[in-house]
């Protein structure tokens, strides 16, 4: 059975018709990815290293572990079906208060520290939530600061988010909370350099 494209090519010469069938083939294969990288699954590099050792930035930039950027896998439509859990690594829209104060934009890749509504504080380098310590076994003691911070109470619908390089991550700490609006996925795999992939 012909399809309506075939029927309407039938008095084309061949030729066209091959080119026809090439380019729709093309197109909407280029369709498909697009759409795929907007709604499904979207890759991003790691570009400083706030998330170093679980992610790691290339030198010469400091504090970077490796010779080549990470380059992870979010997945953009997982938080219309669940809430966000703590500790899930999540790439998100820089907030306007990053911008002024880290001075960077586009977007960001830190962890889930603190849930809506939770009390987080932080003493000398240890995180707690709701007054108990929060064990965090993703964190090289060599990379942990020794700050205070807090208490805070995080608002409705909003996140606190981390790096796990402490000493150099541009975090909640000094932007405040950031609102779910934000998110624009949750990390789940590396795939690139080869040496690093995996599922996160």
């Known amino acids: 059975m012909r399809g309506p494209v075939d029927r309407l090519n039938a008095k084309l010469p061949h030729r066209w018709r091959v ?30 290293a706030s998330m170093e050792p679980t992610l790691h930035c290339a030198r010469p930039e400091p504090s970077c ?15 219309h079906f669940k809430d966000p859990d703590r500790g899930n690594i999540v790439v998100f829209h820089t907030p306007e208060a990053a911008r002024r ?21 932080e003493r ?6 709701n007054g108990r310590q ?18 805070v109470t995080i ?13 150099s991550s541009c975090d909640s700490r000094i932007w405040g909370s950031l609102d779910r609006d934000a998110f624009i996925g949750e990390v789940f795999a590396v795939y690139w350099p080869p040496g690093r992939i995996g599922l996160r």
Request: glycine share 6%; aromatic share 12%; proline share 6%.
């Open 19 to 48: 080119v026809i069938d090439w380019t729709l083939t093309v197109v909407g294969a280029i369709v498909i990815v697009l759409a795929i990288k907007a709604w499904v699954v979207n890759p991003y590099r790691i570009p400083s």
């Open 65 to 79: 572990r490796a010779r080549w950027s990470d380059r992870v896998l979010a997945n953009r439509f997982i938080y």
């Open 101 to 121: 104060r880290c001075f960077t934009g586009g977007t960001y890749v830190k962890r889930i520290i603190g849930l809506p509504r939770e009390t987080l504080q």
């Open 124 to 129: 000398s380098g240890t995180v707690y939530i």
């Open 134 to 151: 929060l064990e965090e076994s993703y964190i090289d003691p060599s990379e942990r600061d020794d700050r205070s911070f807090g208490p």
């Open 155 to 167: 608002p409705k619908d909003h996140y606190f988010m981390m790096g796990d390089n402490r000493r």
